[in-house]
C-alpha cells in the first residue's frame, strides 16, 4: 500500500494547505514542504531497501504493487506498479516538488493555500502517471495533471498568463483525448478476441493487431506524448508556458510534466506496437534530430531569458526521441540518463531566472549585465548550471547525450553527424546565457542582494545531484536496466520484431 500512500500524502497535503492558507498562508509552505519530505523518505527508502532487487543480477523488475477493483464492470482496476523506471522519476518528481516549495517560498503571496493545493496535486498526479498499470487509471492520472497546471500558469503566472494557460490547456488536452480514444479502441479490440473487457498493461500487450490498426492506435498514444515531450512541431505551447508559468510552475513542467512524453514512449509505445513503431522509426528520427537543431537555434536567436532556456528544453527532450527510436541497449539507457538530466538542469535554470526576475523585475538580457559583479554566487551558479546544460563532462547531461549520439552513431551515421552538430548553437546560446547575464556593462540603477542561506542550500543540492549523475550514471543505469530489459531485446533484435506478435 506504499504506493497508494505516496499519491494519497500529496492529495491530503494539498487539501490540508488549500484548507489552513485560508488563517496562516505559512502553515501552507510548510504542510506543502512536510508532505513532499514524507514522500521523499518514503521512495528513497524503497530505494534502499531494493537496491539489490533492481540491480543488474536482481530477481525482477517490479519492486512492489498494488492491484485492486475499482470499476469492475467495465474491467477497470486501480493497479500501481514499482519497478526502476518508475522509481527513479518518482524520485525525480518528489525532490523537484519540493524544490519548488522553497523557490516560491517568497515568491508566492497571493492565494498561497490554493498555490500548494495546486502545486501538490499536479505532483500527485505524476506520480500517478508513472505508477499506473492500468491504462483507463493511466489516461485518469494524466488529464488530472492538466487543471492543476492550468491554474498554476493563470493565476500566478506572469503578464500574458492567460493566453499561455488556454494554450497549454488545449494542447494537451486535445492531445490526451486522441489518446483515451486509442486506449478505449485497443481494449475493445481486446476484448472481441478474448470476450474479456480489461485495461490491464500485461493483457493488452498481447493483443493481436493488424498492421494499420496498430498504427492508428500507436499514433494515438503518440499525439499525447510527442505533444507533452515536446516534439517539434507539436513544441508550440511550450516557450509561452515557461515564459508565463510562475518558477514552481516552470520548474514541474520542465523537470516532471516533459518527462510523462518521455515514460509514455518507454513504457506503451514501443511494448504495445512494436511493429508500428519499427514503421514509425524514420519519422521519429528526423523529428528527434530536427528538434535538436531547431531548439538550440531558437534559443540563440533569444532575448527573453526564460524563452533561451524554454527552447534549449525542446532540444534536449529532442534526444530521448532519438534515442527511444534507435533500438540500441545503450540510446534506452542514456534516454533514461536525459530525462533526469534535463528536468534538473532545465529546472534549476528556471529557478535561475526566477530569482532573478523577482529582484530585477525583468527577463530581458538586453537589460542585464555585470551582474556577477553584484551577486557572484548567483553568477557562479548561472555558469554550472549553463555548463550543465551544454553537456560538460562530469555533469549529467553528459552521460545521456554521449550514451544517445554513440548508440545512433553505429546505426545512422549522417543522423548522428546533423544530431551533433546542434552542440554549435547550444554552445554559443550557453555562453550568451552566461555573458549577457553576468557579464558585461552594469546596469547603474541594478542593486539587489545576493542568493540568501534558504536558496544557496537548495541550489547546492541541485548541484550535487548533477555532478553525482555526471561522475557516477552507473546508479542510475543500473536501477533502470531490469525495466529496460524487455527494450532492450528489442533493440538488439529490430528485425525480428516481425515474428514477435501477429
Not at 322 to 344: D, I
Amino acid at each position: 500500500m506504499i504506493l497508494i500512500s505516496l499519491i494519497a500524502v500529496l492529495f491530503g497535503g494539498g487539501l490540508l494547505a488549500w484548507a489552513l492558507g485560508r488563517w496562516n498562508p505559512q502553515a501552507s509552505r510548510w504542510v506543502s514542504l512536510l508532505a513532499l519530505t514524507t514522500d521523499l523518505v518514503l521512495a528513497l527508502d524503497l530505494w534502499k531497501r531494493h537496491a539489490d532487487a533492481v540491480g543488474l543480477s536482481g530477481n525482477g523488475p517490479w519492486i512492489t504493487a498494488v492491484n485492486l477493483a475499482w470499476i469492475p464492470q467495465l474491467g477497470i482496476r486501480f493497479h500501481l506498479a514499482l519497478d526502476g523506471l518508475s522509481l527513479l522519476l518518482v524520485v525525480l518528481t518528489l525532490f523537484l516538488g519540493l524544490m519548488s516549495v522553497v523557490t516560491s517560498w517568497r515568491e508566492i503571496k497571493t492565494h498561497v493555500g490554493f498555490f500548494h493545493f495546486n502545486l501538490l496535486w499536479v505532483l500527485a498526479a505524476a506520480l500517478g502517471v508513472f505508477l499506473a498499470l492500468d491504462l483507463f487509471l493511466f489516461a485518469f492520472f494524466w488529464e488530472m495533471m492538466l487543471v492543476p497546471m492550468y491554474l498554476l500558469i493563470g493565476i500566478w503566472g506572469h503578464e500574458n498568463r492567460a493566453y499561455a494557460a488556454i494554450k497549454f490547456f488545449i494542447f494537451t488536452q486535445a492531445s490526451g483525448l486522441l489518446m483515451l480514444v486509442a486506449i478505449i479502441a485497443l481494449a475493445m479490440i481486446h476484448y472481441a478476441d478474448t470476450g474479456v473487457l480489461t485495461f490491464d498493461y500485461f493483457q493488452l500487450l498481447h493483443t493481436p493487431l493488424s498492421p494499420a490498426i496498430a498504427t492508428w492506435l500507436m499514433l494515438g498514444f503518440l499525439a499525447a506524448f510527442l505533444v507533452k515531450l515536446p516534439a517539434v512541431p507539436f513544441h508550440t505551447w511550450l516557450p509561452d508556458a515557461h515564459t508565463q508559468a510562475p518558477t514552481a510552475g516552470s520548474v514541474i513542467l520542465a523537470g516532471v510534466l516533459l518527462q510523462t512524453g518521455a515514460y509514455g514512449l518507454l513504457r506503451f509505445i514501443v511494448p504495445l506496437f512494436p511493429h508500428a513503431a519499427l514503421r514509425f522509426t524514420p519519422i521519429a528520427l528526423t523529428i528527434g534530430v530536427i528538434g535538436i537543431l531547431y531548439g538550440a537555434f531558437q534559443a540563440f536567436a533569444q532575448t527573453d531569458l526564460k524563452r533561451l532556456v524554454a527552447y534549449g528544453s525542446v532540444s534536449h527532450m529532442a534526444f530521448i526521441l532519438l534515442g527511444v527510436f534507435t533500438w540500441n541497449a545503450l540510446a534506452l539507457q542514456g534516454s533514461v540518463m536525459q530525462m533526469l538530466a534535463s528536468g534538473l538542469s532545465t529546472g534549476a535554470l528556471f529557478m535561475l531566472v526566477g530569482s532573478l526576475q523577482e529582484r530585477i523585475h525583468t527577463r530581458d538580457m538586453t537589460k542585464m549585465g555585470g551582474i556577477w559583479s553584484i551577486a557572484p554566487r548567483m553568477g557562479a551558479i548561472g555558469m554550472f548550471f549553463a555548463m550543465a546544460a551544454l553537456g560538460i563532462p562530469g555533469l549529467a547531461n553528459f552521460p545521456g547525450e554521449f550514451l544517445t549520439l554513440l548508440a545512433t552513431y553505429r546505426a545512422h551515421v549522417t543522423l548522428t553527424i546533423l544530431a551533433t552538430a546542434g552542440f554549435v548553437p547550444a554552445t554559443i546560446y550557453a555562453l550568451t546565457l552566461v555573458q549577457k547575464t553576468f557579464h558585461g556593462k552594469k546596469s547603474q540603477d541594478m542593486v539587489f542582494v545576493d542568493y540568501s542561506v534558504r536558496e544557496m542550500s537548495m541550489m547546492s543540492v541541485l548541484m550535487l545531484v548533477v555532478i553525482w549523475l555526471g561522475v557516477y550514471p552507473q546508479s542510475v543505469l543500473s536501477l533502470a536496466s531490469p525495466a529496460l530489459m524487455g527494450l532492450q531485446h528489442m533493440a538488439a533484435l529490430p528485425h525480428t520484431l516481425a515474428g514477435t506478435r501477429p
